[in-house]
């Protein structure tokens, strides 16, 4: 006997999309069957007209970020509780945030603080990134492999500073591409990835200059500072240290520009194995959305850019050349977000975590890509590439319970007041087709009809191995 038999819906497997019912024991799917055929279940979930799919997997978020541009007042992102429960009730059951490092403490130290902290306000699993930053020692390289063997097998580094100073507790951001090697080497050797903020300092840096020498520092501008070029030389430089240090796996996180994308796709062509996300902001916001009075509320680093970059973007997603969708979720309050308006000073990051699996069922199924390509690009693929598949990101036998249950057919348009991450969203009157009728995690209803209905604290870590097939590239993901 099962312990949730959830029936009658049309779900998406990974070898087919039917009507089929789901047997569910242990917060894991126990048996996938034919309508009726499944047998007794101590609890039965009518889920009758609904399209179920695997929840979705975030892998970038930013929770407990200190916000301390300069000329902001200190700002701290919301943390795992606001976010979790926004998440689950759109239709997201993990996120992968970072791990901040402090100067004087090792790598596993700044994983246990922070997983305290998620360990006791966190609904949603979870898993974190290790950010690397500055000028690398030895002893830090040195930790790397012992903190994949602890499953936290992905890292973090930026090419740039982003912003005309340091702004994260004094230490720069960007990392110099020798340190670089040596930490593609070392994840390529111990089974880790590197995920990059790839940017060309140089010509951020420049054009920050430039633009205050000529008196054109309006946020608006911001396309000027963090641009195309920038993307399309920085990534084709990691693109060739990766290559040249033994096909290195790579991930490059927020993918906004066709030169990106364009790289991308080359390196995949010739079989590195180089994956890519990018944000549905970039997706379907330009930079002329920041022409309106508060068009900072749509900015996250790097920028957004022109309409032919989103529709790269779009034809990227179908081409394979980007593997998925992240939010860079930075929620804040809509004082915080707007208060910058300088190129210098504007907040990055965005709230978007909870309408992000309609709007993208909506696309997706608007642009005639297919409920097979929304469930790899918002679920199967990032737990492929980042080391959690078929725990996660599949509706299969032994896999995780982690379902989101959609009501198909709508018209219904988006409002802050509907929404539970903040008192904004930049999705403010957004038309979709698709809503979360239901999500589970791990086999229980989390959150139903719009609200949140589980455990507070009922999020898990979920240990990572990234898989040998990464290497594969194109032919794995």
Not at 239 to 264: C, E, K, T, W
Not at 420 to 428: G, I, K
């Amino acid at each position: 006997m099962f312990d949730v038999a959830l029936v009658g819906g049309f779900v998406v497997t990974p070898n087919e999309e039917a009507l089929l019912d789901l047997g569910i024991t242990d917060g894991k799917i126990a048996a996938i069957a034919n309508p009726g055929e499944l047998g007794e279940a101590k609890k039965t979930v009518d889920a009758t007209g609904l399209t179920l799919v695997p929840g979705g997997i975030d892998p970038h978020v930013h929770c407990d970020l200190a916000i301390d541009h300069e000329g902001h007042d200190l700002a701290v992102s919301f943390g795992p509780d606001v976010v979790g429960t926004a998440a689950l009730i759109g239709g997201t059951t993990m996120l992968i945030d970072f791990v901040w490092k402090d100067q004087d403490e090792s790598i596993r130290s700044g994983i246990d603080r922070v997983r305290e902290r998620w360990d006791s306000v966190s609904p949603i699993d979870y898993s974190f990134h290790v950010v690397l930053r500055g000028r690398l020692d030895r002893a830090t390289v040195a930790q790397i492999p012992e903190t994949i063997d602890a499953g936290f097998p992905s890292f973090k580094v930026f090419t740039t500073n982003v912003f005309p100073s340091a702004p994260v507790g004094g230490v720069p951001l960007m990392i110099d591409f020798g340190s670089l090697q040596e930490v593609l080497e070392t994840t390529r050797d111990n089974g880790g990835i590197v995920a990059i903020h790839s940017e060309d300092d140089d010509i951020v840096q420049h054009m920050y200059r430039r633009l205050l020498e000529e008196d054109r520092m309006e946020y608006t501008n911001m396309h000027l500072v963090h641009n195309s070029l920038s993307e399309d030389l920085s990534f084709r430089r990691v693109i060739r240290l990766a290559g040249q240090v033994g096909n290195a796996p790579i991930y490059f996180m927020h993918v906004s520009a066709a030169s990106g994308v364009d790289a991308i796709a080359e390196a995949r062509r010739d079989d590195q194995p180089v994956f890519a996300e990018t944000l549905h902001q970039y997706a379907l916001h330009t930079r002329h959305d920041y022409e309106e009075h508060d068009g900072m509320k749509y900015h996250t680093y790097p920028s957004l850019k022109e309409h032919e970059d989103a529709a790269r973007l779009w034809s990227g997603i179908a081409d394979g050349s980007i593997s998925a969708f992240a939010t860079d979720e930075q929620s804040t309050s809509y004082q915080v977000k707007t208060q910058g308006n300088r190129v210098d000073d504007v907040v990055g990051g965005n709230a978007g975590i909870e309408p992000r699996m309609s709007l993208l069922y909506t696309e997706f199924d608007k642009r005639g890509l297919g409920l097979r390509a929304f469930v790899n690009a918002t679920s199967t693929n990032v737990a492929k590439i980042m080391g959690m598949y078929p725990q996660k990101g599949a509706l299969a036998v032994g896999s995780d319970a982690d379902i989101v249950a959609f009501r198909t057919g709508l018209d219904k348009t988006i409002t802050k007041d509907e929404l539970h991450e903040s008192d904004y969203t930049p999705w403010e009157g957004w038309q979709v087709t698709a809503w979360p009728a239901m999500t589970l995690l791990r086999g229980a209803v989390v959150a139903e009809e719009g609200s949140f209905v589980g455990d507070p604290t009922g999020g898990q870590l979920v240990p990572r191995s990234i898989s040998p097939e990464v290497a594969k590239g194109r032919r794995f993901v």
